[in-house]
């Protein structure tokens, strides 16, 4: 869907409602010891399961966030369309970098939203 002011298909800077950003992102994982809960989790998924997240991980490095949402804390979760309701859950740091704070899926999306919000202010607190 293209934005009506500006009659283009990418256009967040023109009318401030379109969920595309010209920014692009970097990917980052959040480290808890010496593991990423992030990788953890995207390792148990199938090859085609895992296809699919990395499909919306991609999309998020090009500043596409339309499919996600703020799920409190700081915290936003990315809604991927496939198999049990796969969720991604990330922060924003400095407005160039997307912390991968953990995975899940409908099932348990209470729980890790509570842990993906934890592990965002753990990161901050680490960070000032």
Known sequence: ??????GKNSCCQWCGMCYYSPVSY???????????????????????AAARVDRYLRR??????????SVGGGVYEVRVDYGP???????????RWIILLGGGDKR???QDIGVAIDRWRAYKQRRS
Do not use: H, T
């Open 1 to 6: 869907m293209g934005c009506a002011a500006a």
């Open 26 to 48: 970097e990917l980052r994982e959040y480290i808890e010891g010496s593991v990423s809960p992030f990788a953890k989790w995207f390792r148990g998924l199938s090859a085609v």
């Open 85 to 95: 309701g796969y969720r991604v859950y990330y922060g924003e740091d400095q407005g």
């Open 108 to 110: 348990r999306q209470s």
């Open 60 to 69: 998020l490095e090009q500043g596409n966030f339309g499919n996600c949402r």
